[in-house]
């Protein structure tokens, strides 16, 4: 396949920023005005094109990009699509799922949540029966791949019980959007979330909610804030094709430009053989080497691997990062919260190569500590 340089920067193993391509970082190389044609042009073309990536058609989905990273999305879909009087159902095996909950606390948005352990998947006959339970939900919410593990959770299944139960579905579908197929309509979601520094291999500086456009337009008067404010940012874009605040320009083009080089690529279903070619090849490198992952197999997705620390007592984490890092090699420590784990990333620009070489890596800096999986 043919790889589009980088700059000559650490590869990322890391569930974001990630590696970009060049292509990507030149982008950037432009000093656009907010109002100028051709960027109201590039805002329209990613909104269309991000619509498509969720297997639909713009009228039925709208794409509404919002300044900041991905949280300000997660926010402003909680905080603006949850009716005043109005309760959130937040479904939780991870930080993400917990941040969620914070998220409604801090912002007053009555909400319960149904929690599964770090290593197991949504029960989805429990969240019918919590539907069942309880009148006041309003909104539900869970997170696709839970990067917290790499876990991934039924959103398909977890979605025919919600729309059944007639309520607003809501998914955080971050670090999974542009690499693992999602059909909005399919999967009955009402709103979804990704950010421009995930798979789709943008910058950070911006996240984009996709919205179905009738849920949406019955949101009126429910923001809680003025500058997330889902339907009012919505309504500023289909007026002028502007946001309503300073955009991130330069960031937006990056992302046409990442866009293009997803289409390039083969799309979702391309960017998905790479990013699990990956994944393949780092989980049969470091079996090999004697480590074991946190999740059994059947419930790990490809975005990012969870692997649990050696018991050998020459291990250190700290160690075993600084010295990779040195080599060129960054990784990202865990956040299992019952267990010791690092994580590894199989996402950004890069390719098997690459995990190749951060396998050997790996290899020389266990001999070089001295202990053993
Ligand atoms: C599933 C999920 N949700 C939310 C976030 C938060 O995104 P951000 O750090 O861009 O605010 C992340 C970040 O990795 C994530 O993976």
Redesign the pocket.
Known sequence: MHRTPTYRDKPLFT??PLTTSRTVKQALLRDLGSRDHEFIAVVREIRERLVALGGAQVGTYEAVPLQG????A?EAVLTSTVPRDGKMLIIINGA?GR?MRTICDVGGIACTAIEFPEDCATDVAAVQQALAEDDAITNVAV?H???TTGIINPIADIGAVVRRAGRTYFV?A??SFGAVPVDLAACGIDYLVS?ANKCIEGVPGF?FVLARRDALLATEGYARTLSLDLLAQWRGLEKNGQFRFTPPTHTLLAFRQALEELEAEGGVEGRARRYRANYETLVAGMRAMGFTEYLPPERQGYIITSFRYPEDPKFSFDEFYNRLNDRGYVIYPGKVSDADCFRIGNIGRIFEADVRDLLGAIRDTMDAMGFKP
């Open positions: 569930p974001g990273s991905g949280t300000f997660i993400y941040r997170v791949c839970e990067t955080d971050m670090s950010s996240a």
